[in-house]
Structures are given as C-alpha cells and as structure tokens.
C-alpha cells in the first residue's frame, strides 16, 4: 500500500519561520541602532559648550601685562562635536560603545583639581548619566518595539 502526502503547507511553514527569524534580527539591530541614536543624542545635550571672553591677556616677553579686545568672543564646541557612537554585534546580541576621543572629555566628565591644586572641579556626568537613563528605560522601550513586531507578524 502506498500513501501519498503533500509537504508543501509544511514547506511554507517552514520558509515563513525563516522570514520571522530574520525579520527578528533586523528588528533587534534596528532596536540597538535606535538606543544607540538616543544615548548619542542624550549625551551631546548634556556636554557644556565653553563660552570664552573676547578679552586676551598675556604677557610679553619683558615681563609686561598686555590685555586686548577682540571683536567678538568665541563659542567652544569640540567636545561636544567629538562623540562618536558604534553599534557592534557581539555573540547573540549587539554592543553600544560611546566615546569621546577629546584629552580633556574624561576631566570634565568626572572632575578634576584645580590648576593650583587647591580646588575641585566637580563632574558633569554627561556619558554616566546619558547611560544609566538608558538602560532604565531600554527594557521598556524593546518590550514595546518587539510587542508591536509580534503584532504585525501574527497577522500573516
């Protein structure tokens, strides 16, 4: 006795999982890339921006105090500018990395000594507290995005 089965219902089912385990990845990558945007984002607003006088002192070479006018002062930028964001994948999932390759960033982002020593310059947090911001909302926020997925792929 023979029997005769047609797999191709079975054949579909399998090629759509396929499609779901890729779409889930796309997801997931565009959910890192997405925090990642956020955490940038969030640090740049938070990086002070110098705010230099248009009066210059110095001193000639006689020893002479010499103080001039400018015609307008100056407005900083480079730290802020310099925040670089990656997205990495890594074992089953991804990798933010944020940095800031300015020589000062990590002085301004955890304090430092006076130039006499005497003080303390206090930190501005802009990488620590952009970080922990995010991660205490991240897992809200791909909870949300992969419910919204499921939603959409159910209705296949």
């Known amino acids: 006795m023979r029997f005769k089965?047609?797999?191709s219902e079975l054949d579909n089912y399998v090629n759509k999982m396929q499609e779901l385990n890729t779409s889930f990845e796309a997801l997931i990558e565009t959910i890192a890339k997405e925090i990642a945007s956020e955490l940038l984002a969030r640090a740049k607003e938070r990086t002070p921006v110098g705010k230099y006088s248009n009066v210059v002192n110095f001193t000639t070479k006689d020893g002479k105090e010499v103080s001039f006018t400018t015609k307008k002062s100056?407005?900083?930028g480079v730290?802020?500018?310099n925040w670089a964001i990656a997205v990495k994948?890594?074992?089953t999932?991804?990798?933010i990395v944020l940095t800031n390759n300015t020589k000062y960033a990590e002085y301004v982002e955890y304090g430092h000594n006076t130039p006499n020593r005497k003080g303390w310059v206090p930190g501005k947090f802009m990488m620590?507290?952009?970080v922990k911001?995010?991660?205490e909302e991240s897992e809200f926020y791909i909870n949300e995005k992969i419910r919204n997925w499921l939603r959409s792929?159910?209705?296949w």
């Open 5 to 7: 089965c047609d797999f």
């Open 74 to 76: 100056k407005t900083g």
């Open 79 to 81: 730290l802020r500018n």
């Open 89 to 91: 994948s890594k074992g």
């Open 93 to 95: 999932g991804y990798q």
């Open 128 to 130: 620590t507290t952009s």
């Open 133 to 135: 911001e995010i991660n």
């Open 153 to 155: 792929v159910l209705l």
